[in-house]
């Protein structure tokens, strides 16, 4: 009788096990399955911005790390069903994870290589260096809020990025350890470009920053710097963001 029961035990465990499993398996499925409408109809977004963006289509390498990387690891459990609508989502502390479409751009306009080191400044979840790590050898990100930065750091080490050198503090300043660095991408809305991110831009390096502020106007500034150190600036699309806070 006592090895009957046993047995019984184990067979539960077992099937609870398997139960577990497999909707954790259909869960993740379901989720790839919307992951691949989301990026089609950024591609489709990205054709009817055609004229801001200058360029017709979004890169493959793009596109294939936008289908890749888990957008639903990123966000507050709340919102995960929403995961893969292409629009901002709440994170906690007044701030957002960029619309999918805003963050597909933003890493296209940067044309990063492999071989490439780039920072990001507003770490806020995680997600979009997680995009630039799937694009690029080395990621630093900054956050200014601590609870959100250490949030982002376990977030991007639950979906396996663990070699994204994450911190808390202004980014406005950059990075100036890990300087300089091919790309940089800014996440929050500045009044004008921060002098000491263009410092920390590589000759032949390229920076993408909202500019403009809080509830008025605000463009997506592409910044260049050509190989003798010559920094030129273009003006793409228009945006909303929240805004690049900090003593500066
Ligand atoms: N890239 C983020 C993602 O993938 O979830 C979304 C970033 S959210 C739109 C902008 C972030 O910039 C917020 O988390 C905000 O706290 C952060 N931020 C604002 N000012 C900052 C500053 N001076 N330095 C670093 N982060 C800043």
Do not use: C
Not at 15 to 26: A, E, K, R, T, Y
Not at 43 to 63: C, G, H, I, P, Y
Not at 212 to 236: C, H, I, N, S
């Amino acid at each position: 009788m006592k090895r009957v029961k046993h047995l019984v035990f184990w067979l539960v465990v077992i099937g609870v096990v398997l139960l577990l499993f497999s909707s954790h398996v259909i869960a993740e499925d379901d989720f790839h399955r919307q992951r691949y409408a989301l990026v089609n109809i950024i591609k489709a977004e990205v054709r009817e911005t055609r004229e801001f963006l200058n360029q017709e289509s979004l890169d493959k390498q793009v596109s294939d790390a936008l289908e890749k990387v888990p957008r639903h690891e990123f966000v507050p459990d709340d919102e995960r069903p929403y995961a893969y609508l292409n629009r901002p989502l709440s994170i906690g502390f007044g701030q957002t994870i960029s619309q999918p479409y805003i963050v597909a751009i933003m890493t296209d306009l940067l044309k990063l290589k492999k071989t490439d080191r780039v920072l990001e400044v507003g770490t806020g979840s995680g997600y979009q260096a997680a995009i630039l790590a799937e694009l690029a050898d080395s990621v630093y990100t900054i956050e200014i809020i601590e609870p959100l930065a250490i949030r982002a750091a376990a977030n991007l080490k639950r979906a396996g990025y663990n070699a994204v050198h994450t911190r808390t503090g202004d980014g406005y300043y950059g990075w100036e350890e890990a300087a300089p660095f091919d790309g940089i991408v800014v996440t929050a809305v500045a009044s004008h470009i921060p002098p000491p991110l263009i410092k920390q831009l590589k000759p032949g390096g390229r920076m993408v920053i909202p500019v403009g502020a809080q509830f008025m106007t605000q463009y997506l500034v592409l910044v260049t710097k050509d190989v003798d150190g010559k920094v030129t600036a273009r003006q793409t699309l228009p945006v909303s963001f929240v805004p690049l806070t900090g003593k500066h």
